[in-house]
């Protein structure tokens, strides 16, 4: 069976669009580019090539994996995120787009003390923990963006510090600081608790009980340790709102993300806590309430 690589496409894209994937015809050619290890433009070069059996067969167990739900991510290998390449592998979730949104928050606030355009903090940030890291990409690239700053990813997952690690490499990041560990564990040492300017974070947050109607990509392929917030999804928020303040410096600042309708309680969780002030929350690209931001409440805060 040697087919015209344009044929092989369309049949790809055809059947990926009759399981119902929803990005069919660029799945079908991704998943080609990622074979013969081509971009767009080498694709179309190629476009009329007449390809050898073992080619087709090999693209189709790949078109079969897309197929049967696995994510083009995790065939592929990476996930483009604010425009760096992350490796990524079922041990880490795969980025999304949502999260690019309070990346570049986080480094509008470094780089001048705003959040979209209004001043938020007088202090300078130099500590940066992004807390349930997965691959990395938050941190990562708020460090390629903001080389000034120090930063330190940790995760509760080994497997996927190690992928942040990599990533790290790949990305020329030689002094970002990687811990393995629960939540702010790896940051109560002996000689007292490890502080930072600004803690950022993706923690799990889908509600237990939903977790089994999400898209069968996300809920039999993704790690679920990355996603389940506990029966009312909002399990790492209290942690967190509870733990945060001890890792804070003076000004400190926390970022989360959250689901589109935890807005109100993550925010009354923050303001019950008694440690924060300045609590706002921000949109994403599809304007729904997707980051909460808060500031270490000192003596002259209310
Ligand atoms: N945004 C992810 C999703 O909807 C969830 C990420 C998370 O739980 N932190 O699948």
Not at 84 to 99: E, G, M, N, Y
Not at 270 to 284: G, H, S
Request: charged fraction near 25%.
């Amino acid at each position: 069976m040697s087919l015209p690589l344009k044929e092989l496409i369309r049949i790809g894209q055809n059947q990926l669009r009759q399981a119902g994937i929803a990005d069919a015809d660029r799945d079908a050619k991704d998943l080609y580019c990622y074979l013969d290890r081509l971009d767009a433009v080498g694709l179309m070069m190629h476009w009329q090539n007449v390809l050898q059996d073992n080619t087709c067969e090999a693209y189709f167990q790949l078109i079969e994996r897309r197929v049967s739900g696995e994510p083009i991510q995790y065939i592929t290998g990476q996930q483009e995120f604010m425009g760096f390449s992350f490796k990524v592998t079922p041990a880490v979730l795969i980025p999304r787009q949502d999260t690019e949104t309070m990346t570049e928050d986080a480094v509008e606030i470094i780089k001048k003390g705003s959040l979209r355009g209004e001043k938020y903090t007088e202090a300078g940030i130099k500590d940066v923990l992004d807390l349930c890291c997965g691959s990395g990409a938050i941190g990562l690239s708020i460090a390629k963006l903001c080389p000034g700053i120090k930063m330190t990813c940790s995760d509760i997952s080994g497997e996927a510090v190690k992928i942040a690690e990599e990533n790290a490499a790949s990305l020329n990041l030689k002094s970002v600081r990687f811990e393995v560990g629960d939540l702010f564990a790896p940051f109560c040492g002996k000689l007292g608790k490890k502080k930072f300017d600004l803690i950022i974070s993706n923690p799990p947050y889908i509600n237990t009980g939903v977790i089994a109607t999400l898209q069968k990509e996300v809920r039999d392929h993704e790690p679920l340790s990355a996603l389940d917030g506990g029966p009312d999804g909002l399990t790492f928020y209290r942690r967190i709102a509870d733990e945060a303040p001890l890792h804070m410096n003076k000004n400190g600042i926390l970022m989360m993300e959250i689901g589109y309708d935890q807005r109100q309680a993550v925010m009354q969780l923050l303001t019950e806590a008694e440690k924060f002030c300045d609590i706002i929350c921000l949109k994403d690209l599809a304007g729904k309430d997707r980051i909460i931001a808060a500031r270490l409440k000192g003596k002259k805060d209310k």
